[in-house]
């Protein structure tokens, strides 16, 4: 078939991080390019995730500064929270964000189609209203969704998606799960006075970060009256007559009783009934499109980018592999993804941050390391009269010098590990951070003071 018998060069499914910036390049290197989007423009970040997300964590954090203006001479008088104010002036940020993408996609000349697609051949998509097109490529971007876990009465839990929308702030809230979406809207729903309970089906929290900071930001968020629940399953969730509801735990006597239940407990590729398999593409276990470095999957004429590959669930990585694909494959730039010291934050209360190896690992990995801790107590606490303390750790491979990882937990840790992940990402040694001037004072001078 010539280059000119396909409708598009290419057609994206899923309107998110990864699939409009692959759209948007690959136009403006010459294709002529569709994407379809069955929600909105924007995807899990913008419309459902990070950014609204964030808001409420800044909106949040008020409650905290007003507290504290006080020791700063300031009289604040009748402090009241508006929930709904606050949630609809988020959505409305949504929703400018909304239209920022869609003029992104229109100024490239970028043909949208807002309804469900699916693959019904190597080169073939089937619209929702049923009309066939082709493309010379086939891009999925569809990202991925929440897991819902199965115990009866599973149905009355809200999920991260419908978070946003809650028509009133409940008094107790109880979280399923103890990875990010949990331990951020812990934070958010603790420091809007909300009584917190956080369950999971381990022992852990934030599996993968390193020890110490785990353990840190479980001793300051029990110290601020977040509740923990470790090794229990769910039983089942009754709903009473008042909405209210029971939420039974396997190993408690007494059901928890909760205004909102929120399942944070993974989010899956969202592959389900995209046709894939049917075409013959390769999806694994999670149902995630499987891929190679080039982000192709086993159909040459299909390929797959961001949370939908279940390789890195991160905004920043999507973005990345859209670029490279519209790159390589209309750009002629052969451009290869690092994964390597991928730099991540919790936006808890404390947040903390990471990039590079935890001591573990890199204990495993190097055998004999250098691990360097900060453990302090930032200005800020001491001047707002809290107990919480700061902790940096930085892990150094013994032979070489140089910083493998790391890792923090305090005020605007993400701010300022995004600025260190660079020398860690650039090979940097300890004594590089020794050598730089202090900037003081700050948080992040504790970064080149480590002894
Ligand atoms: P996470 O993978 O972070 O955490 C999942 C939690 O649920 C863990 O505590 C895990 O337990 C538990 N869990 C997993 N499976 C089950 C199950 N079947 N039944 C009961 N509990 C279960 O997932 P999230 O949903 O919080 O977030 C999804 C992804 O979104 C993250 O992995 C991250 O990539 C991304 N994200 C990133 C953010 C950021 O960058 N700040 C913010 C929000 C999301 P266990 O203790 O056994 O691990």
Redesign the pocket.
Known sequence: MSEAAWDYDLFVIGAGSGGVRASRIAAAHGARVAVAEEFRVGGTCVIR??VP?KLLVYGSHFAEELQDAANYGWTVEKMTFDWAKLRDAVLRDVDRLNAAYTSTLESNKVERFLERATVVGPNTVRLASGREITAKYILIATG?W??R?SFPGAEHAIT?NEVFHLETLPKRVVI???????L?FAGIFNALGCHVTVV???E????GYDAALRDRLLQITMARSIEYKFNCPFERVEKREDGSLAIHLGGQTQALEADVLLV????RPKTDGLGLEDVGVELGEKGEVLVDATGRTNVPSIYAVGDVTDR???TPIAIREGQAFADRVFGGKDTRISYDCIP????SQPPLAAVGLTEGEARNRYGSVKVYTSDFRPMKNIFGHRPERGLYKMVVDAASDRVLGIHMIGPEAPEILQAAAIAVKAGLTKAAFDDTVALHPSMAEELVLLK
Not at 176 to 182: P, S, T
Not at 264 to 267: C, F, K, L, N
Request: include cysteine; charge should be positive.
């Open positions: 995730g990070c997300k991925a929440p897991v876990p991260s399923a799960g103890a990875g990010y979406i949990a951020e999971n089906r381990s852990t929290l934030l599996r944070a407990t993974g989010r890195v669930q991160l991540s934050a919790v936006f």
